[in-house]
């Protein structure tokens, strides 16, 4: 039976009374079988005995556009007959903006590996990301943490968080869930139109082409971005473009001179206003 808190007293409470380990699931809402996926990892890792906790909670902080928070899609009741269905044992359902105190003026900021992709273009985002997941682990205080590596460079800086500031949690990665097609799953997905939709497997095709030039020894990341860039925007439609594309060292995500150890190739594309992101690994 899913037990649903919507305060930070409430939800500790509850969670001191249930077995451990226990494993948390941050999220966003608006699940998707991506988001189930990370349930079903977060159950196994604590067995049938252990306690799978489920956050929904659309995190003003990280918007760095109004309107992008704004149109953020929240099904509330359909999540949580999803999380019923997972045998997920909490969710914690914060009321919008109640985590935060009005006068609140400590956050958490990376200095390095923010720097580049969805750092560079989406000033603020990580600093709010880390603080709410900071707050999270502080809250639940939860054996396990389990995140996608979708959102790769996020991963990195909460690994990094981790690390740096000695947060006695396990994070767990779980590999991108994808359509047949090859479109990783997003909540964004659903705000497509058909068209764009359909053409949206351009993305990660393009990554993948770049991604086979390793099999000639090709050392300049230049030439993968190059080609990437290419199939990007080949007979792309007319409301398609790049947000960045770059080609970063794998644990530092700073860019390369040379592929000489694992990198990644990662993009954010608009389709329209929709702004989807997805990489791939490249081992030279
Ligand atoms: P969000 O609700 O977008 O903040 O995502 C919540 C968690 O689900 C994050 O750890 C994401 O990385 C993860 N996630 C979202 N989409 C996928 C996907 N297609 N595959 C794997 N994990 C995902």
Do not use: W
């Not at 990665?173 to 997905?189: F, K, M, Q, Y």
């Amino acid at each position: 039976m899913l037990q649903r808190h919507a305060t930070v007293a409430d939800v500790r409470s509850a969670l001191k009374k249930l077995p451990s380990p226990q494993a948390l699931v941050p999220t966003m809402g608006a699940l998707h079988e991506g988001h189930l996926e990370l349930l079903r990892a977060a159950r196994k890792k604590v067995g049938p005995e252990g306690t799978v906790v489920v956050s929904i909670f659309v995190n003003p902080i990280q918007f760095d556009r109004a309107e992008d928070l704004e149109n953020y899609p929240q099904p509330l009741e359909e999540d949580l007959a999803l999380c019923e269905q997972e045998g997920v044992d909490v969710a914690f359902i914060p009321k919008a903006g109640s985590l935060y105190q009005k006068d609140h003026s400590v956050i958490v900021t990376d200095s390095l590996l923010s720097r580049h992709l969805c750092g560079a273009t989406r000033p603020g985002h990580f600093d709010g990301v880390l603080t709410i997941v900071l707050k999270l682990f502080n809250i639940c205080q939860s054996d396990y943490a389990i995140f996608g590596k979708k959102d790769f460079q996020q991963l990195a800086l909460i690994h990094r968080m981790v690390r740096d500031l000695d947060v006695p949690v396990e994070i767990i990665g779980h590999p991108t869930v994808r359509e047949n097609d090859g479109v990783a799953l997003s909540s964004r997905n659903r705000k497509l139109t058909a068209e764009q939709r359909a053409d949206a497997p351009r993305i990660q095709r393009a990554l993948a082409a770049a991604r086979d030039l390793v099999t000639t020894g090709e050392q300049n990341p230049q030439t993968y971005i190059e080609a990437a860039r290419h199939h990007l925007l080949k007979e792309k439609p007319e409301d398609f473009s790049i947000d960045y594309l770059e080609l970063v060292d794998h644990l530092t995500l700073q860019p390369i001179s040379k592929l000489t150890a694992p990198a990644t190739l990662a993009t954010a594309c608009f389709y329209g206003a929709v702004r989807l992101i997805d990489h791939i690994e490249i081992y030279p």
